[in-house]
């Protein structure tokens, strides 16, 4: 069994902690008056500064103990959350994460800077009404006979077990109590385990404290504020003001209120009473991603074996063998869904980076510019959100840089002074659409054909659509920008964009209106793993085609197939639908069957035909990527391999759809031309 890595644990709790952190602030810098975002960018920064120290991770934690301080001012409304305080302790978020990940590269003197400018924003982080030293003040309390407004308080601590894992000490919140006033604590050891089945990380002791202090029992339930849903804590005054508690001794502490609990009685507890922390934290469970690779893995070998299962029982007479068979096949399908759905994330974990580059974009280019999203809940497979961000912070770039006016010529043109990014997603069969738009100036298409013609990709006067026109922004190098800025302008990054797109099966569509804006839409699998396939034949080779772009089938009868010569276009339903002979692509030598087939695909509201030998039926289809010596091969988008072991190469929809399409702008445009 391998030992686990507490310092990768930590680097991944550090950035589900970040991550909060960042959209606390953020948030906080909409609402500065929202208590609850405060509370939690602190409670963020206080889990990371006790983990940082416990993990081996001592800069994190002198750093973030620091920054924790001076934002402790915001928390207690001594200073304002202004635009200045959320810009620098974002930068502050942003070194607390180069300590994690690359401690070697942070600049003590760029810490320095960030908690001096901190600190200047927030104010002194020493109370203004202390006088004394910090260390004298704690003893001056501590020692102080109560005053006439005094109370006396009993507490009654238990942690959950794993506080210390957590990064939590209790002693330190003891001590805590101890600055508010005289204390007295006592350590109840009766549930101590022997030595020999003592854990060193766990906590096993409980606390019976008697507080006499004059602050308010808010105060005293402000020390366990980040730790209160995992413990057992209670608080009850034990005497008047007037009475004045005398401290017990060891042997007393029993006859304390509730101190018979601490005994046998808490000894009795059962346990799914006294572990209801520990219950809570274990509803989830945090699991490499390359586990669940290889569990994908797995299960598409799985299904390949399935298959080859499936059809030797088709062929075997054996009653028995068929009904396991079908019991296999259930309980395969049945485990693919699962992981498959394990795998599946709301693509909003994507959409919430994006807040803070809009937010630092918005600055650097004096553009006023607000985020809106629409479909947080929208799931994708977790390789392809991976995948999907390189691509959409280009397009968020080139949205704001070159999309969205300034605020000038937006007033000029009768826009309101901010501009608006609005990322959506959606669901469209086995699809997701991710749509990028902005309401900006819009694609010049003037511009675009001139500059196409200028680099030689398109010849002067070539008729062409605008939807092909528009394709040449995410050829390398171009860039119709009249200057160069820090940001974009040099034709990298669109081209990118595309090559990531198609390579997870994908597609991009543009649609741009002049001076209202411009919107891309990402067209992606919901999986890059295992999908549901409709096998059919061509000649003698098998191909398999995504079941979810697939509409209709018709048989090609002889008189249809004889009229079309020429054109190539059905009708279906009286709408006229291109369509392509698949034997001819695929330049097969054998002789067609007899009554072939056409199968009605679909992709982006546009719909072609692929002519077929044969409908074989419907397949689970575990996708294998092609090598690099088949890049060039655009009408696969991979293959998989059938029951008999062979291989069947999936068919490209989108690509297929584009090459109906175009075939049919061409035939209308011979058409226009002869009359």
Not at 537 to 557: D, F, I, K, Q, W
Request: some cysteine; overall charge negative; charged content about 25%.
């Amino acid at each position: 069994m391998s030992t686990p890595d507490f310092a990768e644990t930590f680097r991944q709790e550090a950035q589900d902690l970040l991550e909060q952190l960042e959209q606390a602030l953020l948030d906080l810098e909409q609402a500065p008056d929202d208590h609850t975002l405060v509370d939690s960018a602190f409670r963020s920064l206080h889990t990371i500064k006790g983990s940082g120290a416990m993990f081996g991770f001592p800069d994190v934690a002198e750093f973030t103990h620091e920054f924790e301080t001076a934002f402790d001012r915001v928390r207690k409304g001594d200073a304002p959350s202004s635009r200045k305080l959320i810009a620098i302790a974002l930068a502050a978020k942003d070194h607390i994460r180069l300590l994690i990940d690359r401690p070697q590269d942070a600049d003590p003197a760029v810490a320095r800077a960030i908690l001096d400018d901190l600190v200047r924003t927030v104010g002194s982080t020493h109370r203004a009404e202390s006088a004394t030293p910090p260390a004298a003040e704690t003893e001056r309390r501590e020692s102080a006979a109560p005053d006439g407004d005094a109370a006396i308080w009993h507490l009654r601590l238990r942690f959950a077990e794993d506080v210390l894992i957590r990064g939590t000490n209790p002693l330190g919140l003891l001590d805590e109590l101890r600055a508010l006033g005289s204390c007295v604590v006592t350590a109840l050891t009766a549930d101590v385990p022997a030595l020999e089945d003592m854990q060193a990380d766990s906590c096993h002791l409980e606390w019976d404290v008697v507080l006499t202090t004059a602050h308010p029992k808010a105060a005293i339930e402000e020390v366990f504020l980040f730790v209160a849903d995992d413990m057992e804590l209670t608080i009850e005054p034990l005497a008047s003001p007037d009475v004045p508690a005398l401290p017990p001794t060891a042997s007393e502490s029993d006859a304390l209120p509730g101190a018979s609990e601490a005994g046998e009685g808490r000894s009795r507890k059962p346990d799914a009473e006294s572990g209801h922390g520990a219950a809570k934290m274990n509803t989830s469970l945090r699991v490499q991603a390359e586990r669940l690779d290889e569990l994908m893995d797995r299960v598409g070998e799985l299904v390949i074996a399935q298959a080859r299962l499936t059809q030797l029982a088709t062929s075997s007479t054996d009653a028995n063998i068929k009904s396991v068979a079908e019991e296999i096949e259930r309980l395969a399908s049945g485990l693919r869904d699962t992981t498959m759905g394990i795998r599946m994330v709301p693509i909003g974990s994507l959409f919430g980076r994006f807040r803070r580059l809009i937010h630092d974009l918005s600055r650097d280019l004096g553009k006023q510019v607000e985020l809106a999203t629409i479909g947080e809940e929208t799931e994708l497979d977790k390789t392809m959100i991976e995948r999907l961000a390189d691509p959409l912070v280009h397009l968020i770039r080139n949205a704001i840089d070159h999309g969205l006016e300034d605020p000038q010529s937006r007033k000029a043109a009768g826009k309101q002074d901010s501009g608006r990014i609005r990322l959506i997603a959606r669901h469209s069969g086995a699809e997701v659409l991710v749509t990028v738009s902005d309401d900006g100036r819009g694609l010049d298409r003037n511009r675009i054909r001139a500059k196409a013609e200028e680099q030689g990709l398109l010849a002067p006067g070539t008729a062409i659509t605008d939807a092909e026109l528009y394709q040449f922004l995410f050829h390398p190098g171009f860039s119709t920008a009249k200057e160069i800025s820090a940001v974009s302008g040099r034709g990298v990054g669109m081209d990118v964009v595309k090559r990531t797109i198609e390579s997870m099966r994908g597609g991009i569509d543009i649609s741009t209106t002049p001076g209202r804006g411009t919107e891309i839409t990402l067209r992606l699998p919901l999986t890059l793993a295992i999908i549901e396939g409709l096998l059919v034949r061509v000649g003698n080779g098998r191909y398999a085609l995504p079941l979810s772009a697939v509409e209709e089938c018709v048989e090609l009868s002889h008189d249809d197939d004889t009229r079309s010569q020429g054109r190539s276009f059905l009708n279906i339903r009286g709408d006229l639908v291109p369509f392509l002979r698949l034997r001819e692509i695929f330049e097969t030598e054998t002789e067609a069957d007899p009554y072939q087939k056409v199968v009605i695909v679909s992709s982006s509201d546009l719909r072609v035909g692929l002519v077929v030998d044969q409908i074989i039926g419907s397949h689970q289809t575990v996708i294998k990527s092609l090598s690099k010596l088949h890049a060039d091969a655009e009408t696969f988008s991979g293959a998989t391999i059938l029951g008999d072991g062979t291989v069947a190469l999936i068919l490209d929809i989108a690509h297929l759809v584009e090459l109906g399409q175009a075939r049919e702008e061409k035939l209308k445009a011979r058409q226009s031309e002869l009359t």
